[in-house]
């Protein structure tokens, strides 16, 4: 996954954005992820969600609205309204500089706005929201406490999530304007609406008016045990791989140019932007290679050491199958858990020359069918003669040079 900082002009102010794009940098559609009342860009849900989009061929453009986050302007100056115009400016500025986006979704009032905003940008394609209400007016119930005091006193400070905001008449105002029902019916666009039965912000009835309203194409997706925020990380990658499955009616899928391994059976690309996110490519195959947040990664593909684990795994697997077919052996499957570690040279039970530490792979395997003690015996020791197994055990030798750039 590459990620590119923005700031992006909305009348005299800026908002600030940061667009997700796949691993070579290269997206086949774009979507904008407008988030929550009150939340902004960086939130657990929008990160997990345009993330994982990357990897259905979006770039994904994530950004805080007006006075929230890291974006300039008042909050207390903003309404609904203002959120759709965040998100037109928002879309011009994909149009201009990348491709008009043709994918919204929306997180709770940030859903409400998504529809709201659709019927002005005629590229658009498809809509999914999270959370969302049906009536954009839903959001008061955050601050019922303090309705009385803005409408006496036309503003008040108002303690939501924790965090202090000051609410002004005109924001209700503009909220109670807003018939989200009636902007659905005319929508005539597919829409996938996610909600969580247990949702005690926005409760879920809220997804049932939504998709009564929609005519088809329109989809709804349960995500059961979630809360409003899915605060949860596999509640959010859940979410956001049914929303690439769901797209995947409506856009079908660009085939990239495939790198060239020039004539080597691998060739690794690293675009530096895009951290350590790498990009494996065979003649035929591609996948993407990285290292876990733990140590600074984006933790989008397997690391290196899990990828040589991996090579070890599959090679003991496919060499048991071939050896029990060649033997005629009830073999049914086979599983090969495989870890890699740095072990001292004493903790080893094999005999093994030298002192210190040395690289440890242990190897598990599981063996499934009609087998008697000799025959499984026996695969156990085929199991050490696969060729990445003979290869990590002899002596290898790398060569390492320069190819000159074209």
């Known amino acids: 996954m590459k990620t590119v900082q923005l700031e992006i002009p909305n009348g005299d102010q800026g908002l600030y954005a940061r667009l997700e794009l796949p691993a070579d940098g290269k997206a086949d559609f774009f979507a904008i992820f407008a988030h929550c009342f009150t939340c902004n860009s960086s939130l657990g849900v929008v990160r997990h969600i345009s993330r994982t989009l990357t990897g259905h ?142 949702d005690n912000i926005v409760n879920i009835s809220n997804a049932a008016k939504l998709y009564h309203a929609a005519f088809h194409p329109k989809s709804f997706i349960s995500l059961d045990g979630a809360d409003h925020l899915l605060s949860n990380k596999d509640d959010a990658v859940y979410a956001a791989n049914m929303i690439g499955t769901w797209v995947g009616k409506y856009f079908p899928r660009v085939q990239h140019e495939h790198l060239s391994t020039q004539g080597e059976q691998v060739l690794v690309h690293l675009n530096l932007e895009n951290n350590f996110t790498s990009q494996v490519y065979t003649d035929k195959h591609s996948i993407v290679a990285d290292e876990p947040a733990s140590i600074g990664g984006d933790d989008l593909g397997p690391s290196p050491y899990e990828l040589l684990s991996a090579s070890l795994g599959a090679c003991t697997v496919m060499t048991l199958k071939l050896y029990a077919e060649r033997k005629n052996w009830d073999l049914k499957e086979v599983y090969c858990y495989v870890t890699y570690s740095k072990k001292h040279i004493d903790d080893i039970d094999q005999d093994v020359q030298g002192t210190g530490q040395i690289d440890h792979l242990q190897k598990s395997i599981k063996i499934i069918g009609d087998l008697d003690q000799k025959q499984r015996q026996r695969l156990i020791q085929i199991a050490s003669k696969c060729p990445v197994h003979k290869s990590l055990t002899s002596t290898t030798v790398i060569d390492t040079k320069e190819l000159l750039n074209d």
């Open 57 to 198: 061929g979006f770039g994904v453009l994530r950004f805080d609205f007006t006075g929230l986050g890291r974006s300039q302007g008042e909050f207390s100056e903003t309404n609904f309204s203002g959120n759709v115009s965040d998100l037109l400016a928002v879309a011009a500025y994909l149009k201009e500089h990348y491709k008009a986006p043709t994918l919204l979704i929306g997180h709770s009032l940030g859903g409400a706005a998504v529809l709201t905003a659709a019927q002005e940008m005629p590229e658009i394609k498809a809509i999914a929201t999270i959370g969302a209400p049906a009536e954009a007016s839903h959001v008061t119930h955050l601050f019922k406490e303090g309705i009385e005091t803005i409408q006496k006193n036309g503003e008040a400070q108002i303690n939501i999530g924790g965090r202090p905001f000051k609410i002004k008449k005109q924001f209700i105002d503009d909220l109670q304007k807003k018939d989200t029902l009636e902007i659905v019916k005319e929508l005539k666009k597919p829409l996938l609406i996610m909600h969580s039965p247990q």
